[in-house]
């Protein structure tokens, strides 16, 4: 009777340092694939609504920054609409991606993504919610990508009504997920661990 020969299974593995090749050539210094990496420009000098700059760092539990983490961040124009085909309430802003992706720089360990604020989106019961921005997370260690949101807090009338953050049991837990302004940013630095611990959603 033939031996059949078996492969072993191939180990799991964490997300880096090749998800940088693959998703941000350009930034690994691997040129020639595109001209610039993908996700890494939201916005162009015809977008509509209130420009601002998302930034922040991503700590690990031992308060240490990533600075090989990956970001991708989705949401609405000003008005509150989503570039989709599934996007039926109105027209969305030609002009504006909605989607980005950018990798935490290699000396400051800093994300950074030009962009607009968002407009309010119904939640699916019909309520409104607090303009947010989507987040997703990988970097080496973590071995599925993580998602939370980004809130303003010069929204508080909004936030204070928001669908999802009122879900929240751990009332303390919430400023986790509020992006502070400074000037024309707003800083949102994330904490996988710890006591500052960010809040993530199973999505």
């Excluded at 990956?70 to 989607?99: C, H, M």
């Amino acid at each position: 009777m033939q031996q059949l020969g078996y492969l072993k299974e191939t180990p799991s593995q964490t997300a880096g340092p090749y998800v940088h090749i693959g998703c941000t050539p350009n930034f690994c210094e691997i040129t020639g694939v595109y001209e610039s990496d993908l996700g890494i420009s939201m916005v162009n000098d015809k977008t509509l609504g209130e420009r601002i700059t998302l930034r922040g760092r991503v700590f690990d539990g031992t308060g240490t920054p990533l600075r090989d983490a990956l970001l991708e961040i989705w949401q609405a124009d000003s008005k509150g609409l989503y570039n989709s085909p599934s996007e039926l309430r109105g027209t969305v802003d030609p002009n504006f991606t909605g989607w980005g992706r950018c990798p935490t720089d290699m000396e400051t360990a800093e994300y950074r993504f030009e962009t607009v604020k968002p407009g309010q989106v119904p939640f699916k019961d019909g309520r409104m919610m607090a303009p947010h921005v989507t987040v997703w997370i990988v970097a080496r260690g973590i071995n599925i990508g993580l998602q939370t949101r980004i809130y303003f807090d010069d929204e508080k009338e909004a936030n204070d009504k928001d669908p999802i953050l009122q879900r929240i049991e751990h009332r303390n837990r919430v400023p986790t997920l509020i992006a502070k302004r400074d000037g024309s940013s707003y800083v949102f630095d994330i904490y996988l661990q710890g006591d500052k611990e960010t809040i993530f959603f199973d999505v």
